[in-house]
């Protein structure tokens, strides 16, 4: 199984800074990788899919990249809602699986 | 609106079985990929096993292949998780979410139910 490794574990940074979250694949999972948004008591909300694509209504502070094994989610100008736990998810594979969540708290 | 709503929460004792729901509305349900994704208190998200409402073909995650069950009804447009016997360690909160696109199983989950958390406890 594709395992999917998240960097940092956690973060804290302030508003207004910009702020990058990796999530390397085990094995090359092409564009196959979506960003999640979750607040504690919700349920997660899609942000990017196939690596770069910005899911309809997310403000476009919040960008992707990457292809194969890296990718990168990044939050350009932090705003106090963006304050939550960040999964990515591949579905390259004939399963799926998950980072292990990155928490972004308040500096 | 596209939405899933999800059955509320339960309390069950080991052993007993259990089979929670999980409703689509505003779109066509037999068209998306559902999806199960369970997330253990203070933990991270796994996904259990997707479903296709329009001929019920399932797939699971190896984790929960033979724990649990998923199926679907499309004359209602319900999705469903169950299990024969819990466990302790079923306690979760559990989520239904639909494959943003229709003609792939392997896709992002685009809307997601709000949760139904399951507690079980003796």
């Known amino acids: 199984a594709i395992q999917l490794t998240q960097s940092p574990s956690s973060l804290s940074a302030s508003v207004g800074d910009r702020v990058t979250i990796t999530c390397r694949a085990s094995?090359?999972?092409?564009?196959?990788l979506a960003w999640y948004q979750q607040k504690p008591g919700k349920a997660p909300k899609l942000l990017i899919y196939d690596a770069s694509s910005l899911e309809s209504g997310v403000p476009s502070r919040f960008s992707g990249s990457g292809s194969g094994t890296d990718f990168t989610l990044t939050i350009s100008s932090l705003q106090p809602e963006d304050f939550a736990t960040y999964y990515c998810q591949q579905f390259n594979s004939y399963l799926y699986s998950f980072g292990q969540g990155t928490k972004l708290e308040i500096k | 609106e596209v939405q899933l709503v999800q059955s509320g929460a339960e309390v069950k004792k080991p052993g007993e079985s259990l089979k929670i729901s999980c409703k689509g509305s505003?779109?066509?349900?037999?068209?998306?990929?559902i999806g199960w994704v369970r997330q253990m208190p203070g933990k991270g998200l796994e996904w259990m096993g997707i479903?296709?409402?329009?001929?019920?073909?399932?797939r699971y995650s190896p984790s929960f292949q033979g724990q649990v069950t998923i199926s679907a009804d499309k004359s209602i447009s319900t999705a469903y998780l169950q299990w024969s016997s819990l466990k302790a360690s079923d306690t979760a909160m559990y989520y239904c979410?639909?494959?943003?696109?229709?003609?792939?199983?392997?896709?992002?989950?685009?809307?997601w139910g709000q949760g139904t958390m399951v507690t079980v406890s003796s």
């Open positions: 479903i296709y409402p329009g001929d019920s073909d399932t």
């Open positions: 979410a639909r494959g943003k696109d229709s003609t792939t199983p392997w896709h992002a989950f685009d809307i």
């Open positions: 505003g779109y066509s349900f037999t068209s998306y990929w």
């Open positions: 094995q090359g999972i092409s564009s196959a």
